[in-house]
């Protein structure tokens, strides 16, 4: 079966080799998206402001992520449940707090 598998590896690469179109290089270097030139370096870096809004945005996606199927056992689970969602709650709020002392709310 390794045998048979490794000749169809083989067969699709031979088959790509053969079939594939060849791109001119000046394509090659281009950026991915729309082959405009770039207008600054790949590797600039970004504000740190922009870092704490990315933490802000995972720490609310992250909650719904959570809160979607705690809706959905709540009933059956009772206070407990209650009780360890507000408790994730007021960790994600500490996060929002966090980040808005840090400015990452703040776009002036």
């Known amino acids: 079966m390794a045998l ?18 060849a791109s001119s290089p000046l394509l090659e270097i281009r950026p991915f998206q729309s082959g405009w030139q770039p207008e600054e370096h790949a590797l600039s870096r970004y504000h740190v402001r922009w870092y704490l809004a990315t933490l802000l945005f995972l720490a609310f996606d992250v909650e ?13 689970l009772g206070a407990t449940a209650i009780v360890e969602m507000f408790v994730f709650l007021g960790a994600v709020f500490v996060a929002v707090l ?5 400015g990452a709310l703040r776009w002036v």
């Open 98 to 102: 966090w980040a808005w002392r840090e």
């Open 64 to 76: 719904m992520l959570f809160m979607y199927p705690w809706s959905v056992v709540v009933a059956r």
């Open 4 to 21: 048979v598998a490794a000749l169809i590896v083989a067969a699709l690469y031979l088959a790509h080799r053969a079939l594939a179109i």
